[in-house]
């Protein structure tokens, strides 16, 4: 990884709701009303304590430190610097042949970065993923993402038969909120790095290929391309492609950072425009509403062209059957 300037604007006391997207909140909330919520999450968590998380997800990791992989001791301390993080949080670095990194833990958390990534990404994309993971750190997510990583690899060893159908909404909620915490956490990964490029840049390799090899522009061109699809076909499938998944597709994650910048809530941050840690609460019903908004627009968006393309192919079948 060729050494790249580091960012120098330090976002002192920043309150994590400053970069939060409004349907990851709504999606939390959402998450937090499910009758059987408490419940899951208690028995998943019942007889695993503090210590047996990490061991679970550490016995085959390298812990970050100024003698062990000290380039990324170096990223990770500037980014705790950059987003002022309020402790300092651990770092691993796992053997693993895929681009990822994870904010994992209970009470305690800390964060795990694969290795292919750090052989494949410039010095501002590891950063740019670094802040990312700080971000749900901070934001709190590390139990709800360590939540739905068991409650997947318990699927995936022994069935979904297991999960039963009491845990098999809490998935699907999880699922759900997860791709909406990425959204938040992308923000995140942009205040640390403050610049737009490497985030997008990451993304481009996420979806398959190294930057060398490829070209942003015309990344950028097919996201905008998906995004402007909406044929009934498409947006079905859409949705049902995501629905398993525990993040959005790259392509929507560009669109979404491009529209942050484009809305000048970046640049309002970088001024020192932002929400700081300790302010009092704002209204618990603005938030609401904002996250409310954010879900209608999202849901019309997904789904309000195809109602209408559903609704005239009906009305043309019916039309149809009325010359018969």
């Known amino acids: 990884m060729p050494e790249q300037a580091r ?12 970069w939060e997207h409004p349907a990851d909140r709504a999606a939390l909330n959402a998450l937090r009303k499910i009758p059987v919520f408490d419940e899951v999450l208690r028995k998943l968590f019942g007889a695993i304590g503090e210590r047996q998380v990490r061991l679970m997800f550490l016995a085959n990791a390298v812990r970050v430190s100024p003698t062990q992989h000290p380039t990324l001791h170096r990223l ?17 670095v796992t053997q693993n042949p895929t681009y990822n990194a994870a904010a994992l833990g209970m009470d305690k958390p800390f964060v795990i970065v694969h290795s292919e990534l750090l052989r494949d990404f410039e010095e501002d994309e590891v950063r740019f993923v670094l802040g990312h993971e700080m971000g749900h750190v901070m934001s709190g ?20 038969g297991i999960v039963g159908l ?26 640390a790095v403050q610049a737009p490029e490497p985030g997008l840049r990451t993304m ?21 391309e998906y995004r402007a699809n909406n044929e009934l076909v498409d947006q079905v499938f859409k ?15 560009v669109a979404e950072m491009r529209n942050w910048f484009e809305s000048g809530a970046y640049e309002r941050i970088m001024a020192g425009e932002y929400r700081r840690r300790g302010e ?42 009325g010359r018969g």
């Open 7 to 18: 960012a120098t604007r330090i976002l002192t006391d920043i309150d994590p709701r400053s």
């Open 76 to 92: 990770w301390a500037d980014v705790h610097r950059t987003l002022d993080a309020p402790a300092q949080y651990p770092l691993y």
């Open 141 to 160: 997510h590390a139990l709800y993402n360590t939540m739905l990583m068991l409650l997947l690899n318990l699927i995936n060893r022994v069935g979904g």
């Open 166 to 191: 009491a845990a098999l909404p809490v998935l699907l909620a999880l699922l759900e909120w997860s791709r909406k915490a990425e959204l938040s956490c992308d923000r995140a990964g942009l205040l």
């Open 204 to 224: 481009l390799k996420f979806a398959g290929g190294k930057f060398s090899e490829t070209n942003l522009a015309a990344f950028i061109e097919q996201a905008e």
């Open 239 to 253: 949705v049902m492609n995501l629905l398993w998944a525990t993040h959005p597709f790259p392509v929507i994650r």
């Open 280 to 321: 009092p609460e704002g209204s618990y019903r603005d938030d609401v509403q904002e996250a409310a908004k954010s879900y209608r627009d999202t849901a019309k968006d997904t789904f309000g062209d195809a109602a209408e393309k559903a609704r005239k192919m009906v009305d043309g079948f019916r039309s149809g059957f």
